[in-house]
């Protein structure tokens, strides 16, 4: 088989827009008017679905091994469009002549042995996965709706009971189709696993030309039917994924380099984009996600069993007892300090009801104020001045990120000199634009916090409040 020329005359095909699924669809619904009804009423929207996807899946057949397990979910997933097994040398033939008509002088009789022998291996392992499901569970369920809220204009909560059980695991998606919409499928996530009655609840915000969509929050009744899917989902892939990538472009463990080639190095030099993530960590947060589903799993279980409610009260109980740890110690409190002459910060910070009254004082100043701190540039004290900031939520110069910008930098080092350069720090302060200075004279060693209090005076700045050693002063303007 000649993959390549399989591609080619693909595009030659696909080039020709529109005027490819008409013509695939004439042909099919011309020589087999039964299969007309397993589609859509109306052809208009997204006609395209089914022959570019299909066309792209059968010329890229020298991939049909990896993609094994799509194309097992597509079989079984053709089930519910009620794609039976004599169909598919039906849509075969059209396809097949379709791409011969819109190939012109091209096609040639290989190429045609090429594009049968293509779809044949592809449909045999669709028809073979959907015979083996056809075994199992149904090709849908039926539903009714048991209630249907309209929460906004154009979002809407119902319930559905299903006539037979769902094989639903946490984090899947489910297609659903309405007797009022026939055979249009479209797939939503429900808000909860089956419950022991069978009911599910969904919440589906209209979208804009969205037929079923429209159709789920306005025009549903109790005691509608639907048609639900077989569940689907790719959570555990994209999980294993995610903590791959979690690790980063080079590994490490206990500050050792333990390995730089694996699934982040490869992204890292051939994907654009890749080179420029700050923290790759946090794709960490993905894999809690896909932990958090796990629980779920796990909680179903677990509720199934003697006692289950009971048991996971107590393990809910246990997870936030365990996250209940006030005052907790900061992690980024290194007392060692670029700057010299400063006094160690404590390794907690204060409740919320012992918070620096100079931090209320701040919050009172008119909105539009916009604060430095000093010392100024140590981690130690950005952090701390960041968490008051979310309190008094005034706009302030300092703030640390793992990357900062130059001028940043520059503003650090400046400020780094108020004693031995006073003129240059004075003109970062101007230059910051910032209304106000709040000098926390404790934190600088041997009574140098009063020097740089002075310093502000001494350029025109006005003490307008102090708070034992927190003391504030209004940047003339
Ligand atoms: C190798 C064979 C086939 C492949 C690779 C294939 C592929 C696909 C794909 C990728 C879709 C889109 C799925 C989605 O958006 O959810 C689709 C939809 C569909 N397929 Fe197939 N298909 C094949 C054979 C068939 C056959 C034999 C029939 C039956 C006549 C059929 C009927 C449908 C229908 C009714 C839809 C839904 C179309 C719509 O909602 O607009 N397919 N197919």
Redesign the pocket.
Known sequence: MDVQRLQESFARMAMHGDAVPLFFYSD?FLRHPE?RD???VSMAA?RD??VH??GR??SDVEHADALGGY?QD?GR??RK???IAE??P???ASLVATVAHFNGPAWTPELAADWKAA?DL??QV?IGAAAEDAGARPAFWEATVVAHELRRFDLATFRVATTEPLPYLPGQSV?MESSERP???RFYSPANVPRDDLTMDFHVRMIDGGTLSMMLTRGLAVGARLRIGSPVGTLTIVTAFAFAMSLGPQIYAHGRLVDDRNVYSLFYQFVPGFDGLRVPARSAMVVMLGLAALAGCGAAAIARGRAGTAVIAVAAAVMVAESWAVPISINVNSTEYKQSGLTPLPDRLPRPSELPAVYRFVEQLPASSALVELPFGEVAFETRYMFYSTFHWRRLVNGYSGGSPDEYGLQAERLKEIVTEPEGAWQAVLGSRATHILVHEDSYADGRGRLISAWALAHGAREVGTFQSDRIFAVPQ
Do not use: D, K, N
């Open positions: 099919l299969t397993l589609f859509p997204q679905r089914l996807a299909l899946i059968v194309l597509l997933e053709h469009f009620g794609a169909y598919y039906y849509v075969g779809y592809i449909a669709m297609s055979r249009i499928w």
